[in-house]
């Protein structure tokens, strides 16, 4: 699933083709994947509309028009929006296909979890879930503070923890493992066991890891494509995602794999306490 920078570099390979685009016409060929308004509203209230700019919240890609309006998508599993020409052949699955001025945007999703919302300059969002994401990792004021005000007393795993988007935005399984393998922290830990100076290090720890997967232009593992169809290169630099039986790469032990909070979880038994 594309987590934050993912979702961040989809924004940014987007960028230089949206704003200043109108949409002409929309054409609905699955309807499900439009949570809000109904599709035919969503069709109508969006055609004429033009792209003022683009933004991020946690793993919600944001399109905001001239007229206040917002186009809200969430790709959870394997959505993509995909900027191409019209002769470009589209990805099998593609069930939007909004015609610009120049171009086309195109939404595909092979298993049809992804969510695209519309929202209204008059209409509260109590229902894209974006209301209830804590705070953004990567902007300023976030701290060990924002993570121990909210998690110290849980007594669930840390890693459920940090994955909670309403404590904060963005991280998925990538992530996590990569954040907790950083700070040197067992993921199966329980939240309320960690001592202060541990909440310091998984927030520092956060950002920068964040900040080089952005660098990197997001990991892809199978399905995760940018705004233009290229692939990210952050795979080849994770360092406990996926590892499970391989050499850590910081002390050699052998990396074990397990299941915390549901989740394929991956972690150094010496690096990490
Ligand atoms: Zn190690």
Partial sequence: MPELPEIENL????????PGQRIQSVEVRRSEVIKHPDADSFVRDLCGKQIKSLSRR?????????????????LRMTGRLLYSEPEQAELPHTHLCFQLENGLLRYSDVRRFGCLWLIAPWEDDDFTGMAKLGPEPLEEGFSAACLMQR?????????QGILDQGVIAGLGNIYADEALFEAGILPQRLCSSLRPEEWQTLAAAIPP????AIQHR??????????EGRKGENQMFLMAYQR???PCLRCGARMEKTRVAG??????PRCQK
């Avoid at 997001?218 to 705004?227: A, E, I, K, N, P």
């Fill in 11 to 18: 924004k940014r390979s987007l960028e230089p083709y949206l």
């Fill in 58 to 74: 946690g793993k919600y890609l944001r399109i905001h028009m001239e007229d206040g309006s917002m186009l809200v998508a969430h």
């Fill in 151 to 159: 998690l110290s007393s849980r007594k669930t795993s840390i890693k």
């Fill in 209 to 212: 890891i964040l900040n080089s």
């Fill in 218 to 227: 997001g990991t892809s593992f199978s399905d995760y494509l940018d705004g």
């Fill in 244 to 246: 499970g039986g391989e």
């Fill in 263 to 268: 989740r394929g979880t991956c972690f150094c």
